[in-house]
């Protein structure tokens, strides 16, 4: 499936590019290898796809990355705070970011402070992004605070993406192994225990493993019913309620 990808890149600029992936996610990553920010993702159809899990969002249909990487582009090329809201309305199709921008245009033709304005807006602006606005009015220099943000943003999207790219592979390992550990104490050990009866004197640790096997052979309705409330949890959290629950018995 074709993709149309609005993505920053590393100089600032807003790009277009025509992706070819599975879904939106691919997409996305796939712009990112390119060491592109993504902004917005659309289907060939035209359609928004993916809107929600962009980074940047301050709600689901407004992109804070994208409205601050556009209004510095018009600050840059000389336009004032009023103009480049108005060229910014002009060609937006979004009913919920119009909106937006015409709470801002209207606060800022009204004589509020850029800031001001912002912050009246808390579901969509958060208080760093209105901080950093407020301090950049003191200095009068909003593009170069509009730019160490989108610096920053990119950053934090960029960490975040390799934390959850690095957890993703030990979670289905500890959720794999937790399963299989489940299985081999909550069913193979207890059938192990009930044939085995050699009469040799085994290891400790072998024959603890033995009288566990028998107590959820004779208690499995019990140690079934610790594991219940935590059939949500890796596999591994019954067999520690189990355990929990043969204390009680012993």
Not at 102 to 126: C, K, N, W
Request: glycine share 10%; net charge neutral; with cysteine.
């Amino acid at each position: 499936m074709r993709f149309e990808v609005r993505a920053l890149s590393p100089d600032n600029l807003i790009e277009t590019h025509s992706v070819d992936a599975a879904d939106a996610g691919e997409a996305g990553r796939l712009v990112q290898q390119r060491r592109l920010q993504p902004l917005s993702i659309k289907a060939a159809g035209g359609a928004v796809a993916g809107s929600a899990g962009l980074p940047g969002r301050g709600s689901r249909a407004f992109s804070i990355l994208l409205f601050s990487a556009e209004l510095l582009a018009l600050l840059e090329a000389g336009l004032s705070l009023i103009e480049a809201f108005e060229a910014l309305l002009e060609k937006e199709a979004s009913p919920v970011s119009r909106e937006v921008l015409e709470r801002l245009t209207a606060d800022l033709r009204e004589g509020q402070r850029f800031s001001a304005a912002l912050a009246r807006q808390p579901d969509v602006f958060p208080p760093l992004y209105v901080g950093i606005v407020r301090a950049a009015e003191g200095t009068s220099d909003l593009p170069r605070a509009l730019s160490r943000y989108i610096d920053y943003q990119t950053w934090l999207d960029t960490v975040r993406n390799r934390m959850v790219s690095a957890v993703i592979y030990p979670a289905i390992l500890l959720v794999v192994g937790g399963g299989v550990i489940f299985f081999l104490m909550g069913y193979v050990v207890p059938r192990f225990a009930g044939v085995s009866g050699s009469g040799r004197s085994l290891p400790w640790l072998s024959q603890l493993l033995l009288d566990w096997g028998q107590f959820v052979g004779q208690h499995s309705g019990p140690s079934l019913g610790a594991c219940w409330p935590w059939c949500s949890l890796p596999a591994t959290c019954c067999a520690v309620s189990s355990a929990a629950v043969a204390g009680s018995f012993f």
